[in-house]
């Protein structure tokens, strides 16, 4: 004990050597213990965390961009499809034709551009939705076909309007004749012979007032009997 007291007494210089060595290691080990008790915590709380699903990747762009061209070629061909359907409502009804003669008077301006506008539409309708992906191709065809939509609902309105009010009080009652026998001659209660002769003679009334379209008249000569003569 004596020889460790004069040891440190005769070297006492060396605690300035000694103590910063020992203190950086006191200092580390602390350091290295709150590192491991940072991990531990760190470890708990993932193994602790719930597990979440694995979210596939999106669509590319480029991918998401040809979906929504696809989502408006389908939108845009399905509103060609209800126009045509619409249209098709007033051609095969004979009656309605007799209601509103206007919608297929060509002598009427907005009957001629909805026709117009009907042609333009149909021509650039393509056979497969494919032909519309191309740049500018969809964008024709959309605004053809909403074009041939706005005047379809302009002509219909002012038949609608005007109904048989272009037609002298003789004429309107030759119309209404030609609408009783058009609905006896499409009456399955009728006999062929009955049916017949109803077309003819409502075809006679309607002669120079109406000119019913190629359609309807295939149309009513099938829907009526097949005994029609040619």
Do not use: C
């Not at 007799?98 to 117009?116: A, K, S």
Request: hydrophobic share 40%.
């Amino acid at each position: 004990m004596d020889d460790l007291l004069q040891f440190a007494g005769s070297y006492w210089w060396l605690i300035f050597i000694v103590g910063p060595i020992v203190g950086g290691w006191i200092g580390g080990v602390a350091k290295y213990n709150e590192r491991r008790r940072r991990d531990r915590i760190e470890l708990e709380r993932i193994r602790r965390a719930p597990v979440l699903p694995v979210t596939p990747p999106g669509p590319s762009p480029a991918e998401a961009d040809a979906a929504d061209r696809d989502r408006q070629i389908e939108r845009i061909l399905a509103d060609h499809d209800d126009t045509d359907r619409r249209w098709l409502d007033f051609e095969l009804d004979v009656a309605k034709l007799i209601d509103y003669p206007l919608v297929t008077d060509m002598r009427e301006p907005l009957t001629q551009t909805f026709h117009r506008a009907k042609r333009v539409a149909d021509g650039l309708r393509p056979e497969s939705p494919d032909a519309l992906r191309p740049a500018g191709a969809l964008e024709r065809y959309r605004e053809a076909v909403r074009d041939y939509e706005v005047a379809f609902e302009a002509a219909v309105r002012e038949a609608k309007r005007r109904a048989q009010s272009g037609f002298s009080e003789p004429e309107r009652r030759r119309l209404q004749s030609a609408q009783r026998l058009m609905a006896l001659a499409e009456s399955e209660s009728s006999t062929p012979a009955e049916r017949q002769s109803a077309y003819k003679q409502a075809r006679r009334e309607l002669d120079g007032l109406i000119a019913l379209p190629e359609a309807t008249t295939d149309d009513l000569e099938r829907r009526i009997a097949g005994e029609l003569e040619a």
